[in-house]
Structure formats: C-alpha cells, structure tokens
C-alpha cells in the first residue's frame, strides 16, 4: 500500500482554469510558490544538520497553527527516517539533532510528538546557522 501526507497545502490548477490579476496568471502565481520552495529547500541544504532540523520544527509549527492546531505541541504525521530522507540526512543524524536540541532546552521529545520549549531559540538557531553557512560557502552535510 502507498501512504502519502501532504507537508503543505496544494492546489491543482487546469491550465485552462487559470485566470489572470494584474496580468500575471495564476498558474505562474503558483510556479513561481513552488519554484521559490525549491530555491528555498537548496540552499537549506547546505545548512549544518541542527539548522535543518530547527527550521523543519518550525515550519511544521507554523503550518499547525495555520491549519487551526497547536504550535507548541507537534504531532508528526511521518516517521523520524522519513523526515530525515526530507532533510537529506540520515535517520541516526536526525535523532541525534533533536537530542542535541533537547539538551539545549529547545524542545521536548515524546512518542510521536515533539514539544516546542523554546520557539524563539529555534528561530534563532536557524537564523545564526543559516547565515553563517551561507555567508561561508560552507557546505555541512552529515558530518558528524
């Protein structure tokens, strides 16, 4: 059987069904979303692993509390290996950026949920790391 969770919210546009505002269609609208989350997702890529993992967890938290939920408390609709093939990592350095992000009191792990202590921290991780790796040039993968 085949099992899919969708990350985001998606929307399938006809090509004829697509109607124009200010001269841009919205299928372009929609490419360009989509090509600028590929942009996105590359350059995260070369991010140290903690980083990665900080800006899923807040991500994820951000698309909870849009879709009506918790974003402190986050029920992870996939599996630690599968999130970590998302990350381009593997599922040991997954377990141990969110054990690192647990002694840094930034989160809490539990079965199938993560508690988010610390927010702001988060985004701050994310934000030095991200700025740093990308101001360097360096590329972080699994390194560890």
């Given amino acids: 059987s085949v099992r899919a969770v969708a990350l985001e919210d998606s929307v399938g546009v006809p090509v004829g069904a697509a109607t124009t505002l200010h001269g841009v269609s919205a299928l372009t609208r929609l490419l ?61 350095v997954f ?23 610390d927010h702001g921290g988060l985004v701050r991780a994310v934000e030095g790391a991200g700025v740093s790796a990308s101001a360097a040039g360096q590329s972080s993968p699994e390194s560890e």
């Fill in 32 to 92: 360009a979303a989509k090509l600028a989350r590929a942009v996105r997702l590359r350059a995260m890529l070369q991010w140290p692993v903690d980083a990665r993992v900080a800006q899923f967890l807040v991500d994820f938290a951000v698309h909870s509390r849009a879709a009506g939920g918790r974003d402190d408390e986050l029920r992870l609709p996939l599996k630690g290996h599968e999130i970590a093939s998302l990350l381009s990592m593997r599922h040991e």
């Fill in 95 to 117: 377990s141990r950026s969110l054990r690192r992000l647990e002694e840094q009191a930034l989160i809490e792990r539990g079965m199938q949920a993560i508690r988010i202590v």
